[in-house]
């Protein structure tokens, strides 16, 4: 019978929040709920563990600090859970950053873009994503950590 892993020898995944995400909780509570950006990231913590997985998380209302994350996750990390905000419609340095990691990239969004404004249906991150989730509040924490899973367990 072997071990349980540890955090030491797990996948890492990195999830990476960009601007106001920090405000989850009380930011528009009837779009984004009430939940804050911490619970969010224990819900993918307690995934990932129940998954094998591990979970680096950051938060940045800063492009060039979110690209520079990206950036460092190549070679550590074997997937990114990216729930880039406003960084969604314009950053193509971002999008460039993504496209250039090895692994999975999911693109994860608590509200649904499409059913909003028509700015917020552009995505320069969806080209360079293995796929979205959007529209399902916290839910979607977990089940982007589930398609990551998933994807690993394929490669």
Same mark, same amino acid.
């Given at each position: ?25 009380? @930011?528009?509570?009837? #779009? ?7 619970? $969010?990231?224990?819900? %993918?913590?307690?995934? &990932?563990? +129940? ?24 070679? @550590?990390?074997?997937? #990114? ?7 969604? $419609?314009?950053?193509? %340095?971002?999008?460039? &950053?993504? +496209? ?56």
């Amino acid at each position: 019978m072997s071990a349980p892993a540890t955090a030491d020898d797990r996948a890492t995944v990195l999830l990476l929040s960009g601007p106001n995400l920090n405000l989850l909780g009380s @930011r528009e509570p009837e #779009i984004y709920g009430t939940a804050t950006l911490a619970d $969010h990231v224990e819900t %993918a913590t307690t995934t &990932a563990a +129940a998954l094998g997985l591990a979970v680096e998380a950051m938060a940045t209302n800063a492009e060039a600090d979110a690209v520079e994350a990206v950036h460092r996750a190549r070679g @550590r990390h074997r997937a #990114i859970v990216v729930n880039p905000g406003a960084f969604t $419609h314009y950053s193509w %340095a971002l999008h460039d &950053a993504l +496209a250039a990691f090895e692994g999975p990239v999911i693109e994860l969004h608590l509200s649904n873009p499409d059913a909003r404004e028509p700015w917020r249906r552009t995505s320069v991150v969806a080209p360079v994503a293995t796929g979205t989730i959007a529209g399902f509040g916290g839910d979607g924490y977990r089940l982007a950590i589930e398609a990551v899973a998933h994807l690993l367990d394929q490669g």
